[in-house]
């Protein structure tokens, strides 16, 4: 059925509608009434919206060409299909029940439909529905117009989220006239400025200027806009409340249909704490955390150019190394926060006794590193080190108790020691190395000698890693002569290096570069092992009751694997008494206050191995200590009997150590008697033992085996004393 038809069948009279197009089709009824059915006819088929013209069932009578286009049916094709055939499932229940309503109680509809297309697509319907009625009042007709506002709605939407990213985005914004006056802002802008709306509106942005960027930084900024359209970068701004904030700024312009601009847009964002973070991290790859000192890397950079300045001056650059002794005890026996606590106020008192203009740096631990620049002689260094040295010596306050440190400092010339920073600094790590040796708490200037001495070093240990295989090793035996009898029931075992170039070296020379490489472990044990198959046998040839001392370096407690076998274990499996063996530590050892080196000297002691306190005087021969360790035996020092002579001090202090020992039940051992004078002295004393050149030099297993089948044969109890 065509529209023609449709008008032509309405018959008896024009349908009544009680809506507006119904009114316009009343309107038509007439004196012409053909005519108007015409006009009608005509209006209808070529109005821009859709209609659709169905009976009371609902089924389509008629469709124009508009309602065609919308929704890409023909009429032919919509002719006797239900008005709902476009109906999506996208629209909102609510909507759909309204239009249900409307037509059961015979009543206009208006909405907004998401309905579909022919071809699937959907698109927004808005639609009205009216009902027709005949002149009876009842309903003969509905007439749908219809219109694709799809592009109306998007538009919405699109205005109503800009709307919302406006008034709620993190981003302040500011709308600018064409003149630059704020026309707008939203709250953000509110939020980080502390400006109302109120307070902008009619200004421009530069109210908000701090004074830090000047003029043309802001004539710059405007002159890009114009040029270019949008500029974006950092600004300083400044607060209402007078606090100033960097903001990252992008100011862009709008323009007109006619394309002249109409407005600027500015948004920004605070960015000072992005500011903060940045600057922090730059500090602190430059800075030490804990000191606020320069670190190891902004040190580099000021050496290199002292260098460079130097080069230029032709004056010298200084390096002083300092690092601050036995600090680990200190931080094992007060804990890290109290080395903290040490390590921040040595730093001050450092930076305290320095020329403003020298750079004072924590390279790290307990390292610390100055710049002496400038310099046209040595007195300033020598001043600066010492001033350095007496102002650490001092007392520093702890939490609980006071701290007592010293420090050595090793000191490098620029350019008479290196010509670079390299050699430079590890020259005067040479320089505070020897401080050390040489007794801590002083400085030493780097010498060519201290370069071949570590390149002796160096030598050492890469010779040291084979010898080892190569056979290189061998004991000496020195007898340990019981003052009282004369009886040799006791001698140390000494190693010996026998290298196939440079001879016999002597344990003095590398026994400390097998501690500090480590390799003093492996070394250590075959000594033992080797001692204790001599012990064994000079039990079986000499006396069941003979003991050969061990020398065992601090590094063999700290690096002992708990793989492997222990002492006591080797010499069970090889059936040998533990008596049979004496282990000899230094002071130092029971110093370092080590839960692991106090458990490794009791399970020595509860296996039976003795333990003899060697170099007795030299450390720092604490009573307490002698005391809390099970010690067996305490050996002088020789450099106490060296000097031993009536009335001396040496004589002194050696009556006092005997006596204390036997006190706490303890043996003595002088070490190195060579006179019979300082035997009779020792003998007198009470010495119980004596070790020395006056009896025996150290010696190889088959001369001790003679040795003592030689002191035997001479004297019943061993050798004459
Ligand atoms: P030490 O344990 O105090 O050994 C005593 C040192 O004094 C030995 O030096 C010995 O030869 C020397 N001596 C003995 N009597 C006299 C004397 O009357 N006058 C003089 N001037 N010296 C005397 P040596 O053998 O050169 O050993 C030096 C140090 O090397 C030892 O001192 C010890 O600390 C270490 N050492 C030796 N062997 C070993 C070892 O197997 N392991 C470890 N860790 N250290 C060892
Ligand atoms: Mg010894
Ligand atoms: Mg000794």
């Known amino acids: 059925m065509t529209l023609a038809r449709l008008l032509a069948e309405t018959g008896a009279g024009l349908p009544v509608a009680n809506n507006q197009a119904a009114v316009g089709l009343c309107q038509s009824s007439g004196t012409r009434p053909e005519l108007k059915r015409v006009t009608l006819l005509h209006a209808i088929a070529s109005i821009s919206q859709g209609v659709?013209?169905?009976?009371?069932?609902?089924?389509?009578?008629?469709?124009?060409?508009?309602?065609?286009?919308?929704s890409g049916y023909s009429e032919a094709e919509l002719l006797g299909r239900n008005c709902a055939l476009l109906q999506g499932p996208?629209?909102?229940?609510?909507?759909?029940?309204?239009?249900?309503?409307?037509?059961?109680?015979e009543e206009p509809f208006y909405g907004e439909l998401l309905n579909y297309r022919k071809d699937g697509a959907i698109f927004w319907n808005e639609l009205s529905i009216n009902p027709v009625f005949d002149r009876g009042g009842a309903l003969t007709h509905y007439v749908g117009i219809q219109r694709d506002v799809t592009e109306r709605k998007l538009h919405q939407t699109q205005l109503k989220l800009a709307a919302q990213v406006f008034a709620q985005g993190h981003e302040g914004i500011m709308v600018m006239d064409e003149q630059r006056a704020i026309v707008m802002v939203n709250q953000a802008f509110t939020d980080i400025s502390g400006y109302t709306q109120a307070e902008v509106l009619g200004k421009t942005n530069r109210m908000l200027s701090s004074g830090r960027q000047s003029d043309s930084f802001y004539r710059a900024k405007w002159q890009a806009i114009d040029t270019t359209g949008s500029w974006q970068g950092e600004?300083?701004?400044?607060?209402?409340?007078?606090?100033?904030?960097?903001?990252?700024?992008?100011?862009?312009?709008?323009?007109?249909?006619?394309?002249?601009?109409?407005?600027?847009?500015?948004?920004?964002?605070?960015?000072?704490?992005?500011?903060?973070?940045?600057?922090?991290?730059?500090?602190?790859?430059?800075?030490?955390?804990?000191?606020?000192l320069p670190n190891r890397a902004l040190f580099m950079d000021r050496l290199g150019l002292e260098i460079k300045r130097a080069q230029r001056t032709g004056l010298t650059v200084a390096v002083l190394l300092l690092d601050i002794d036995h600090f680990k005890e200190i931080n094992d026996a007060l804990g890290h926060d109290q080395g903290d606590r040490l390590l921040v106020a040595a730093a001050q008192r450092v930076r305290n006794v320095v020329r403003d203009m020298d750079t004072v740096a924590r390279?790290?631990?307990?390292?610390?590193?100055?710049?002496?620049?400038?310099?046209?002689?040595?007195?300033?260094?020598?001043?600066?080190?010492?001033?350095?040295l007496d102002a650490l010596v001092a007392p520093f306050e702890l939490e609980a108790s006071s701290g007592y440190v010293s420090a050595s400092v090793g000191i490098a010339l620029?350019?008479?020691?290196?010509?670079?920073?390299?050699?430079?600094?590890?020259?005067?790590?040479?320089?505070?190395?020897?401080?050390k040796a040489s007794g801590r708490n002083c400085y030493s200037f780097f010498t060519p000698e201290l370069q071949d001495h570590a390149q002796n070093r160096l030598w050492l240990t890469n010779e040291l890693r084979s010898a080892l295989t190569n056979d290189q090793f061998w004991l000496a035996y020195q007898p340990i002569v019981n003052l009282k009898t004369g009886e040799v029931r006791k001698a140390e075992a000494l190693i010996r290096w026998q290298h196939p170039v440079r001879g016999l070296i002597s344990p003095a020379d590398f026994i400390p570069v097998a501690e500090s490489s480590g390799l003093i472990v492996e070394i250590g044990e075959w000594v033992f092992r080797t001692a204790a198959t001599q012990v064994a046998h000079l039990c079986k040839t000499h006396a069941a009751d003979f003991q050969l001392s061990v020398n065992k370096s601090p590094a063999q407690f700290h690096r002992q694997t708990a793989k492997s076998e222990t002492w006591d274990q080797h010499l069970e499996r090889h059936g040998i008494s533990c008596h049979s063996i004496v282990v000899e530590i230094t002071e130092g050892l029971l110093l370092e206050a080590s839960q692991r080196v106090d458990d490794q000297l009791r399970s020595l002691r509860e296996a039976g191995i003795q333990v003899s306190l060697d170099d007795f005087g030299t450390g720092y021969s604490s009573l307490a200590y002698l005391q809390k360790h099970d010690i067996d035996y305490v050996k002088i020092d020789q450099s106490f009997v060296r000097n031993l002579c009536c009335g001396s001090k040496e004589m002194t202090l050696c009556e006092a150590i005997i006596a204390m020992a036997h006190k706490l039940g303890i043996q003595v051992i002088a070490e190195g008697i060579e006179t019979t004078e300082q035997l009779e002295l020792l003998r007198a004393a009470g010495c119980d033992y004596g070790q020395g050149y006056l009896f025996a030099r150290p010696m190889s297993a088959l001369a001790f085996d003679n040795f003592l089948a030689q002191s035997g044969a001479d004297s019943p109890h061993g050798v004459s004393t």
């Open 52 to 70: 659709l013209i169905s009976g009371p069932d609902r089924l389509i009578l008629s469709a124009n060409k508009a309602f065609e286009n919308m």
């Open 90 to 105: 996208q629209t909102s229940p609510k909507t759909l029940k309204e239009l249900r309503m409307a037509l059961h109680a």
């Open 235 to 292: 600004v300083w701004h400044r607060r209402k409340d007078g606090a100033e904030y960097l903001e990252w700024l992008t100011i862009s312009a709008m323009v007109d249909d006619q394309g002249c601009v109409c407005n600027y847009i500015g948004t920004f964002s605070d960015i000072s704490e992005q500011l903060a973070a940045r600057e922090r991290i730059t500090w602190l790859s430059h800075f030490d955390v804990l000191t606020h």
């Open 363 to 388: 390279l790290g631990g307990d390292e610390f590193a100055v710049i002496v620049s400038d310099l046209q002689d040595l007195q300033p260094v020598k001043t600066i080190a010492q001033n350095i």
């Open 414 to 435: 620029y350019p008479s020691d290196a010509s670079d920073i390299e050699t430079l600094l590890k020259s005067a790590d040479q320089a505070m190395y020897a401080a």
